[in-house]
């Protein structure tokens, strides 16, 4: 049950965009379509951003958009405002039997 | 308004046991799987645990499989966790998280966590 792989940190000027990025394997993200993405300011629990690889709950704005390339799911911030500096982590349904996150990555709003 | 409020955080000692709570409001509680993530602080997320609507199915991280028991109580709207042999590596916040609608692989609602220490 290893994590999936993202970057440490991530940094863009508010209006830019960000990319993140989240590697697995065949037998996660590679294998079908159960891959999410959660923020986390800090001292706060995480929310649900993203599901389904591109769908977003409601009340989040839809500068936040998901993606997947065969074993790599990715989330991009678009137009940064200040309030979007926290930790991002991708999800991943293994094997269907558990739940894998990544390491996380810190995005600063410079 | 959905509530996960947990409970039962303390310092315990390795080797020992302890049981967690976490309290739903707010929701039909018996329509979700439910699941139990932990968190060292300043570390990443670390799923630990799953268990279905109707309890007939639970899943576990490698790392706690064995030593770890998810549980719910559907009349009383609460999840639980007894945590048996404790190790130092346990040490963190424990938070419960609602499965979503469209798949229990989602964690749609989180509570604010308890913390757990293993120290001697």
């Known amino acids: 049950q290893s994590a999936l792989i993202q970057p440490p940190s991530a940094s863009g000027s508010p209006g830019q965009s960000v990319t993140i990025s989240c590697t697995g394997t065949n037998r996660d993200i590679g294998g079908h379509n159960y891959i999410s993405w959660y923020q986390q300011h800090p001292g706060k629990a995480p929310k649900l951003v993203i599901y389904?690889?591109?769908k977003r709950p409601s009340g989040v704005p839809d500068r936040f958009s998901g993606s997947k390339s065969g074993n790599t799911a990715s989330l991009t911030v678009s137009d940064l405002q200040a309030e979007d500096e926290a930790d991002y982590y991708c999800?991943?349904?293994?094997?269907?039997?558990?739940?894998?996150f990544g390491g996380g990555t810190r995005l600063t709003v410079l | 308004e959905l509530q996960l409020v947990e409970s039962g955080g303390v310092v315990v000692q390795p080797g020992g046991s302890l049981r967690i709570s976490c309290a739903a409001s707010?929701?039909?509680?018996?329509?979700?799987?439910m699941h139990w993530v932990r968190q060292v602080p300043g570390k990443g997320l670390d799923w630990v645990s799953l268990?279905?609507?109707?309890?007939?199915?639970?899943y576990y991280a490698d790392s706690v499989k064995g030593r770890f028991t998810i549980s719910r109580d559907n009349r009383k709207k609460s999840l639980y966790l007894q945590m048996n042999n404790l190790r130092p590596e346990d040490s963190a916040f424990y938070f419960c998280?609602?499965?979503?609608?469209?798949?229990?692989?989602?964690?749609?609602?989180w509570g604010q966590g308890t913390q757990l220490t293993v120290s001697s």
């Open positions: 707010g929701f039909a509680f018996d329509d979700y799987t």
């Open positions: 268990i279905n609507s109707d309890a007939t199915k639970s």
């Open positions: 389904d690889v591109t």
């Open positions: 998280a609602k499965g979503s609608g469209d798949s229990s692989w989602y964690l749609d609602y």
């Open positions: 999800s991943a349904c293994a094997d269907f039997y558990y739940v894998l």
